[in-house]
Nanobody, 125 residues
Framework: EVHVVESGGGLVQAGGSLRLSCAASGFTFDDYAVGWFRQAPGKEREGVGCISPSDGGTYYVDSVKGRFTISSNNAKNTVYLEMNSLKPEDMAVYYC??????????????????WGQGTQVTVSS
C-alpha cells in the first residue's frame, strides 16, 4: 500500500527557513513524481511545486519561485521542500502527494489523491 508522510513543519519567524520532508512507504520515488501542496485556513488547497523522477526536473508556482526548492534523496526514499525567506502568507498545512504527473509546465493528478495529515508551517510576522 502506498503512503506518504510529511514532517518538518514548525514555527518560524518571517524571513526564516524550514525544510519539510515527504517520506514514502510501499513504493519508491524513483518511479513517481511528487508534488507539494498547502492549505491555509479558510482557503482551498493549492499546489506549491513538484519534482519529476525521470530527470529531477522541478516546477514551482510563481509565489514561491526563488524561495522554495524541491529535491529528492532516493537512497532515503524522501523528497524535501526547502523553504527560505518565509512570509506570513506561506503559513499553511503542507502536504505531499505522489499521485501526480510533473513537468516543467506544471502538474496534473493521475488519480484522486489520498492526503495524509500534512505538517503545519506557522510563520510569525
Amino acid at each position: 500500500e502506498v503512503h506518504v508522510v510529511e514532517s518538518g513543519g514548525g514555527l518560524v519567524q518571517a524571513g526564516g527557513s524550514l525544510r519539510l520532508s515527504c517520506a514514502a512507504s510501499g513504493f519508491t520515488f524513483d518511479d513517481y513524481a511528487v508534488g507539494w501542496f498547502r492549505q491555509a485556513p479558510g482557503k482551498e488547497r493549492e499546489g506549491v511545486g513538484c519534482i519529476s523522477p525521470s530527470d529531477g526536473g522541478t516546477y514551482y508556482v510563481d509565489s514561491v519561485k526563488g524561495r522554495f526548492t524541491i529535491s529528492s534523496n532516493n537512497a532515503k526514499n524522501t523528497v524535501y521542500l526547502e523553504m527560505n525567506s518565509l512570509k506570513p502568507e506561506d503559513m499553511a498545512v503542507y502536504y505531499c502527494s505522489a499521485d501526480i504527473y510533473c513537468s516543467g509546465l506544471g502538474w496534473a493528478f493521475t488519480r484522486q489523491p489520498e492526503w495524509g495529515q500534512g505538517t503545519q508551517v506557522t510563520v510569525s510576522s
